[in-house]
Structure formats: C-alpha cells, structure tokens
C-alpha cells in the first residue's frame, strides 16, 4: 500500500505511477485523515510506501501526524519506503519521516528523492515552464530507477547531518504562519471549480455570488498551503500574500488533466 500526499499533483502522479509498476494500491493520506481512517490490514508480501511532497525542508505536518496515527497489522516483515518530491532541497525531512516511522514500530528501509517542479508560489518563485519540463523530463528517469529498487527491496536509507534552522526553526515558524487565512479570489474568477477540486484538503467551497451562475470560492479552516489553488487557477485570479503579482504558476499538467475530467 502507498501513503500520499499531495497538493499540486507531482507527489501523487508519482505514487500513481510506482502502484502501476508494483501493481499496488494508493491511499490519499488528506482523505484517509478526514474520513479518520487509521487502521490498515498489511498482505503477506506487500510493501508500505510514503509518498509526499516537502513543505519547508521537512514533509507536511499532516504527513507525519497521519503516519503517527497509523495502525497496521501483519506489518512486521514489510519493506517499507519513503519517497518525497521537491523543488531541490529536503534537508532532514528524511530523519522526521524515519522518526514518525519509529513511532508506530516501523523502520525506514527505501529513501528515495526526486527532484520536480517546484510550486510554492506563496513564498518564492515557481520555476519556468522550461526548468519545470526539464525537470519532469529528467524526473521520468529517476522514478524509474526508484521502481526498480522498490521492486528489489533495496536498502537505501542512511543518516544524513543537515540544518537544523531550516528543518525545525523555520518549519515551525511555517506552521505558525498557516493559522491566518488570507486567500482571496478577485474579479478575474470565471467560478470554474478547479480551486474546489484540486484542494487535498476539502476547505474550499463553492459560494453564489451575484447569480446562481457566478460563483466564488470561499475559503474555510483545515488548509496545509500545498499552494495547489493558487496555482491550479487558469484565471490567476487568487491571491496570497501577494502570489497575484506573479506571472508563473506551476501545476503538474497530467494531475490537472484528471482534474479537469473530474465532477
Ligand atoms: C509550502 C511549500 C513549501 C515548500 N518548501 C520546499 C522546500 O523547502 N524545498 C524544496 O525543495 N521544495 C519545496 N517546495 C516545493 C515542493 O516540495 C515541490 O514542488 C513538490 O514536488 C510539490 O509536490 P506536490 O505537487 O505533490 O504537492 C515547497 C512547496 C510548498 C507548497
Ligand atoms: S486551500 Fe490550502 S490546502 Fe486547499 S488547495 Fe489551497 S493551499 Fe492547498
Ligand atoms: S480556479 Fe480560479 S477561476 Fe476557477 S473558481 Fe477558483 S478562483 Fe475562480
């Protein structure tokens, strides 16, 4: 079973694509935790994977705290892997992942890392859609050699020394950060839904505004900022702490695809 979280799409195309190849079964993490679906039965053989991406140089809190809540049975014996995405840097995201697993009784044998297009739009720059293909491209290889090693249950974890600034002091501050919500969609909004959808965490809800044909988002409480939103709107019409001033979003175009698809 693959664990996933995702906001903008790369986590979750890579946990689509790495159940295909090990003909496995993938598990929204932000769904399991609203539904508070905990408890999972392990089958003879199979592995236990994570898939998610990093959010201030560690995994989301929502990550670790579903992994902390976990209760697996016949989980003993699995093999049992980590795979993050990110725009270049993870620092000791690997080590609070490896901790969270200790927790629950389960060691961390596969870590893997893929480098793909960044998409924090709130707090930085997103990359061009150049560097954003080039990086999907290249990242089509790696998470082929990271399937292969899956399949053989490699051993690839090991310990890494890496800041303590960015990992905690920073990521704290992040968390803290998140409790003020100030989202807002402008006159630009065509009331297309793709913000609604594309929310893991279900927080964004479709309002009337001038006519039962216009519609706007409203935001609630429960947002992680995946940044998927923001992003994902063809109109760039949201705004966070200024993100409507910037030109480029990212959004992963085969995750937007499906979504587009979706009721
Ligand atoms: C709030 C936030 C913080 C991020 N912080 C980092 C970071 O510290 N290092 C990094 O390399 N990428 C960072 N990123 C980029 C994402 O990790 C990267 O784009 C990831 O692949 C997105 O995965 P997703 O599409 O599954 O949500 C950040 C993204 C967000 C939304
Ligand atoms: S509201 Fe928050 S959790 Fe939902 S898509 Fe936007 S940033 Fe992500
Ligand atoms: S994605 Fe953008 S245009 Fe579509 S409803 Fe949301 S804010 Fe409006």
Same mark, same amino acid.
């Given at each position: 079973?693959i664990?996933?979280?995702?906001?903008?799409?790369?986590?979750?195309?890579?946990?689509?694509?790495?159940?295909?190849?090990?003909?496995?079964q993938? *598990?929204?993490?932000?769904?399991?935790? $609203?539904?508070?679906?905990?408890?999972?039965?392990?089958?003879e053989?199979?592995?236990?994977?994570?898939?998610?991406?990093?959010?201030?140089?560690?995994?989301?809190?929502?990550?670790?705290?579903? *992994?902390?809540?976990? $209760?697996l049975?016949n989980?003993?014996?699995?093999?049992?892997?980590?795979?993050?995405?990110?725009?270049?840097?993870?620092?000791?995201?690997?080590?609070?992942?490896?901790r969270?697993?200790?927790?629950?009784?389960?060691?961390?044998?596969?870590?893997?890392?893929?480098?793909?297009?960044?998409?924090?739009?709130?707090?930085?720059?997103?990359?061009?859609?150049?560097e954003?293909?080039?990086?999907?491209?290249?990242?089509?290889?790696?998470? $082929?050699?990271? *399937?292969?090693?899956?399949?053989?249950? !490699?051993?690839?974890?090991?310990?890494?020394?890496?800041?303590?600034?960015?990992?905690?002091?920073?990521?704290?501050?992040? $968390?803290?950060?998140?409790?003020?919500?100030?989202?807002?969609a402008?006159?630009?909004?065509?009331?297309?839904?793709?913000?609604?959808?594309?929310?893991?965490?279900?927080? *964004?809800?479709l309002?009337?505004?001038?006519?039962k044909?216009?519609?706007?988002?409203?935001?609630?409480?429960?947002?992680?900022?995946?940044?998927?939103?923001?992003?994902?709107?063809p109109?760039?019409?949201?705004?966070?702490?200024g993100?409507?001033? !910037?030109?480029?979003?990212?959004?992963?175009?085969?995750?937007?695809?499906?979504?587009?698809?979706?009721?």
């Amino acid at each position: 079973m693959i664990f996933y979280f995702s906001g903008t799409g790369n986590s979750y195309c890579v946990a689509k694509e790495v159940a295909e190849k090990t003909k496995d079964q993938i *598990i929204s993490i932000a769904e399991a935790w $609203q539904n508070k679906e905990f408890s999972y039965a392990v089958a003879e053989g199979e592995k236990i994977g994570f898939v998610y991406p990093i959010h201030a140089w560690a995994p989301p809190t929502i990550v670790l705290r579903f *992994i902390k809540k976990l $209760q697996l049975t016949n989980s003993y014996d699995a093999y049992t892997y980590s795979i993050l995405t990110c725009g270049d840097d993870w620092e000791g995201a690997v080590e609070k992942i490896k901790r969270a697993l200790a927790h629950i009784g389960l060691p961390l044998q596969g870590d893997f890392k893929i480098i793909m297009p960044d998409c924090y739009v709130i707090g930085g720059d997103v990359n061009n859609p150049e560097e954003a293909k080039k990086k999907l491209d290249a990242s089509k290889e790696t998470i $082929q050699r990271v *399937i292969k090693d899956i399949i053989a249950n !490699k051993f690839t974890y090991r310990p890494i020394k890496y800041s303590f600034y960015k990992s905690h002091v920073i990521y704290r501050f992040f $968390q803290t950060s998140k409790i003020i919500p100030l989202f807002k969609a402008n006159d630009q909004c065509v009331g297309c839904g793709l913000c609604a959808k594309a929310c893991p965490m279900n927080v *964004i809800k479709l309002k009337d505004k001038r006519s039962k044909n216009h519609k706007v988002p409203k935001w609630g409480k429960g947002c992680v900022q995946c940044n998927a939103c923001i992003n994902v709107c063809p109109a760039k019409a949201i705004d966070y702490l200024g993100a409507k001033e !910037k030109e480029i979003r990212y959004f992963n175009p085969d995750y937007r695809k499906e979504l587009v698809r979706k009721n």
